[in-house]
Structures are given as structure tokens and as C-alpha cells.
């Protein structure tokens, strides 16, 4: 009687149908993957080993696959939301207890942690205060929305033009309150260990055919000899470089600081004076502005001072056989013996995707094809169904006979 091949299809297509329902509702679900019920033949066991004349006793669904094809990548204006493009799953911390997931929606919580909608805290390598990333197991990563520490100016980088045509000053020695006194002069800000800035003045006072006497003042305080540049007859510095300008503060930084002005590149030819680079390495003290994630899971973040700094990097994870992976609920899978161990690392390297900021990866379902598969699986449900009713007929001839 084929009562239990009929029966055996309405069961698997309706659990064909339960999987293309779960599909279309989570067609909006950021980071879903979509799943495929695969079915299988069922025969009975034949004692004689011979099976050339058996028939068949029925389908069963053999398993539920799940299709881990990228989903398109959708922009937003969270810079919390991280999108992989490509293989591998966020590693998060729920508890001590390790759970990867595709979804990028992340937020921060009151400890300034980044975690998903679960409180579940994403998980990568974590950096000091000097930026450095650590090499150990990765850790929670959390935003760390102290101020940045001040950095006191140790060089300065100058390449400016001393006019050769300029005549030696008439008027000696040298003032730095008249003018007639030097040449030119030029200014840049520097910043002792409070983040203080100060003035720091250059003046150049031409002595000779190539050779300049350079005074320096702090905070219009009063000037003292810094040094002297020499040129040859072709106006390329002969001067060895960097020279040491001590700047003392009253601000209750330590002081003086010694600032090493670097003159490489300065030339004296036959032109107006001119300023090409004049830089320093100090800043002052920022606050955080704002972090994005980079393609390689690095979390830089933007000082109001606007220096960046590293803030930690998140890793993937990825498995060799993804589908053994056991589906928790809450867009989340869990590590089990026939996935596999995860092979943790940067974003970018080996099979690991890339990350992008500021974007979600949307549901990987079909909507239109999995609507068409509905119409099919509602078919063969109701071609199943017919077959029971058939052989209810056939039996109902049967019981008929006289």
C-alpha cells in the first residue's frame, strides 16, 4: 500500500515548507543566512541482498542546510555597523561563553563595550594606551573615550629660502624688537608635556656670503643665539643638521624642552625669502570625536586635537565546514564537533573577508525565488495528498468486491 510513501511526502514537504516560510520571514534579517531542506530516498532492508525489484517506502528530509552566500552590503549612518564582505563571523563573548554571528549591528553599552543587540561583546585584539595592538587571545574591545594625552614638540621640520641678495643688517647687534636688525623671520607653534602651546620665533641675520645667525624666541620672551647656517656657492645647506633650541615655560610643564629644528632642504638662492615646510610633532590634549572601523578591523578613533590613535581591532573567525556550525537563535551559531575549530585572525587574511564601516550585510534570501519553491512545495504536497487519496479509492474498490 503506498499509504506510507504519500504520508512520507506530507511530511517532507511540509517541512520544505516550514523552511521556505522561515526564509521569507527573515528576508529583513540582517546577516541571515537562508536554508535548504535536501531530501532522501527511504528502502527497506532486504534480507536476500537482493534488491533489483524493491520499491521504495518513502522520502525523508535528510537534512537542513544553510547557505552561507554573501548578502549584499547596505550602507548606514552608524559607524558601529560593520559589514563582512566575504568569508568568516564575528567572534562575541556572551558570558565566557564564545557564539559567531554574521550580523554587524553593534552599539556600545554603558561600559563602553561593543556589543550587539543581546549584550553580547565582540571580541578582537585590544590596544594600550600607545596604540599598540596586543598579540595575545583575543578580549571584549571597548571604546575608550578618555582624553588624549598631551605630546610635547621634540623636532621641527623646516625648508625655507634665505634671500642671497639680502644685504647684511646696518644696524648691530641684534634686537628682536627692530626689524632693521635681521632679515626675515618666521613663527610655528609648539607644545610642551601639558599640551600648552607656544610661540616659538625664528629670526635669520645674514653675517656674511653664506652664513646666517639664527636667534630664537619663546613666547615673545627674549631672544638668545640658536645657531648658525652656512651655505656653499651653489645655496645647499653645509650646516650639519638638527641643532638643539632649549624652550623654557612658565606653565608648569617641564621645562626647558628641547626642541631639535632640523634645516635639511633650506637653501639660500636668489629670491624672496619663503617658507616651503615648517612642522612640529607636538599636539595638545584631544578628545574623542568619532572611530571608524578600517578594512582590516582596525578601530581608529578622531581627536578634537586631530591626531587618531589605534583603539583595537577586531578579528573573524571561520571554520572549515561552516554548515556544521549549530544555529542558536539571534542571528548566532555556536562551535560543534563536526564544524570544525575556528581559525581566528585579522579581517583580510587567509579565507577571511574584509570588513566595511557604516554598512550592514542584508539577508542572503532570495524573496522571488523563494516564492516560486512555495508554489512548488505546495504542489507536491498536494500531489502527495492525491496519492493517498487514490490509493483510498483503490481500497475502497477492494472492499467492494463480492
Known amino acids: 500500500m503506498s499509504f506510507q510513501q504519500g504520508l512520507s511526502g506530507l511530511n517532507a514537504a511540509s517541512q520544505n515548507l516550514d523552511v521556505i516560510g522561515n526564509n521569507v520571514s527573515n528576508a529583513s534579517t ?93 571580541t578582537g585584539y ?13 578580549a ?39 626689524p632693521t636688525t635681521f632679515n626675515s623671520s618666521t613663527a610655528v607653534s609648539v607644545y610642551d608635556s601639558l599640551g600648552n602651546s607656544h610661540t616659538l620665533q625664528t629670526y635669520y641675520v645674514k653675517t656674511g656670503a653664506g652664513a646666517w645667525n639664527v636667534y630664537a624666541s619663546t613666547d615673545g620672551g627674549a631672544a638668545s643665539a640658536a645657531g648658525t647656517l652656512n651655505f656653499n656657492s651653489s ?22 624642552f628641547n626642541v631639535a629644528f632640523n634645516y635639511t632642504g633650506t637653501t639660500q638662492f636668489g629670491s624672496a625669502f619663503s617658507v616651503n615646510t615648517l612642522n612640529q610633532n607636538g599636539y595638545a590634549s584631544g578628545k574623542l570625536s568619532g572611530f571608524n572601523t578600517g578594512s582590516d578591523g582596525t578601530i581608529t578613533g578622531r581627536y578634537t586635537n586631530g591626531q587618531s590613535a589605534v583603539l583595537g581591532q577586531v578579528v573573524l573567525a571561520n571554520f572549515a565546514n561552516p554548515n556544521g556550525l549549530q544555529p542558536m537563535g539571534n542571528n548566532t551559531w555556536v562551535e560543534t564537533s563536526t564544524s570544525g575549530t575556528p581559525l581566528v585572525g585579522a579581517p583580510g587574511s587567509g579565507s577571511l573577508g574584509a570588513l566595511q564601516s557604516s554598512a550592514v550585510e542584508d539577508s542572503n534570501v532570495d524573496l522571488t525565488a523563494e516564492l516560486v519553491n512555495m508554489i512548488t512545495a505546495q504542489r507536491v504536497y498536494q500531489a502527495n495528498a492525491q496519492t493517498i487519496k487514490t490509493q483510498d479509492q483503490v481500497m475502497q474498490t477492494l472492499v467492494n468486491l463480492r
Open 235 to 256: 645655496g645647499a645647506l653645509t650646516t650639519a643638521m638638527p641643532f638643539t633650541i632649549p624652550v623654557a615655560v612658565t606653565t608648569g610643564a617641564a621645562t626647558p
Open 126 to 138: 585590544t590596544a594600550n594606551s600607545s596604540g599598540v595592538l596586543s598579540t595575545g587571545a583575543p
Open 30 to 122: 540582517v546577516g541571515f543566512k537562508q536554508s535548504q531542506a535536501q531530501f532522501a530516498d527511504v528502502y527497506a532492508n532486504s534480507l536476500t541482498g537482493a534488491g533489483g525489484s524493491q520499491v521504495g517506502i518513502g522520502v525523508k528530509v535528510s537534512q537542513v542546510s544553510q547557505q552561507f552566500t554573501q548578502g549584499n552590503i547596505t550602507s548606514t549612518n552608524n559607524p558601529l555597523d560593520i559589514a563582512i564582505n566575504g568569508g568568516g563571523f564575528f567572534r562575541m563573548d556572551s558570558n565566557g561563553t564564545i557564539a559567531y554571528q554574521r550580523n554587524g549591528q553593534f552599539q556600545l553599552d554603558k561600559n563602553g563595550f561593543i556589543v550587539n543587540s543581546n549584550g553580547d561583546k565582540l
Open 140 to 178: 571584549a574591545l571597548s571604546i575608550n573615550t578618555s582624553d588624549l594625552a598631551p605630546q610635547v614638540t621634540s623636532k621641527v621640520n623646516a625648508v625655507l629660502n634665505l634671500d642671497s641678495t639680502s644685504a647684511v643688517p646696518a644696524t648691530t647687534p641684534f634686537n628682536m624688537n627692530d
